[in-house]
């Protein structure tokens, strides 16, 4: 009987891969997932995320799946045909700087000190999980966080403001790929997922009612969609 190909998630901005958490809980029995982890102490751009992603490819068929930040990294790979490779998830993600006039704003402050402040609660609800999380989660995602060096967070917001230059767009790529996107998403607007449109021939949408980490806000909805491509690529 044939295999289903490895899940390998990419986490967001973190780097952690600890707010995967209630989606592993949610992926089908069965299914074979690595969690490939960004250091936490060190300042690596978009390019040599690449690189160490690359590093811990298996060597059987897989399924990369990029959230958010990661989801450019993982269009990278792609771009390099890896042999095993079936197919790709987009998860809330995006090729250009989304919301750039934020980051200009944030640009203006000394970045590693606004990553030391505490966001408030309701800060959290609205921009990043939508109204209806609870305490946990919001629990979850500031111990994520606090486990980052504030310095290399920072730095990754930097890398946000830099996609136009670094990042390779090219389109005509036929490999499997499927882009989940929230309803209620304050971060990523509607207008990114173009670029993967123009880049993936046959890119599925999927829309989820949720905030911007509906992997944690709305993990059963994800997962079944995840699982489903991972009986696709059979």
């Not at 790529?173 to 996107?181: E, Q, S, T």
Request: charged content about 20%; overall charge positive.
């Amino acid at each position: 009987m044939e295999l289903k190909p490895k899940i390998i998630l990419l986490p967001g901005l973190d780097g952690t891969g600890d707010l995967f958490r209630p989606l592993l809980k949610s992926l089908p029995k069965g299914l074979d997932v690595q969690v490939i982890n960004y250091p936490l102490f060190q300042k690596l751009s978009y390019l040599e995320l690449v690189s160490h992603v690359v590093s811990q490819l298996p060597q059987t068929p897989f399924i990369l799946v990029g959230e958010s930040f990661s989801g450019a990294i993982a269009h990278q790979i792609v771009l390099q045909q890896p042999a095993n490779l079936k197919g790709v998830v987009f998860l809330v993600s995006f090729l250009q700087t989304p919301r750039s006039f934020l980051l200009g704003l944030a640009s203006l402050l000394p970045l590693s000190l606004m990553m030391k402040i505490p966001m408030p609660d309701f800060l959290l609800k609205r921009f990043l999980f939508s109204c209806g999380a609870g305490k946990e989660l919001n629990s979850l995602f500031r111990a994520s966080l606090k486990r980052v060096s504030p310095q290399v967070l920072a730095f990754r917001l930097h890398e946000l403001r830099r996609m136009p230059q670094i990042m390779q767009k090219q389109g005509n790529v036929d490999v499997k790929a499927l882009y989940i996107r929230a309803d209620d998403d304050w971060l990523v607007p509607w207008a990114c997922i173009q670029d993967f449109r123009i880049c993936y021939n046959n890119l599925k949408i999927v829309t989820v009612s949720a905030g911007h980490l509906v992997a944690q806000g709305r993990p059963q909805p994800v997962a079944d969609v995840i699982g489903k491509m991972a009986n696709d690529c059979k």
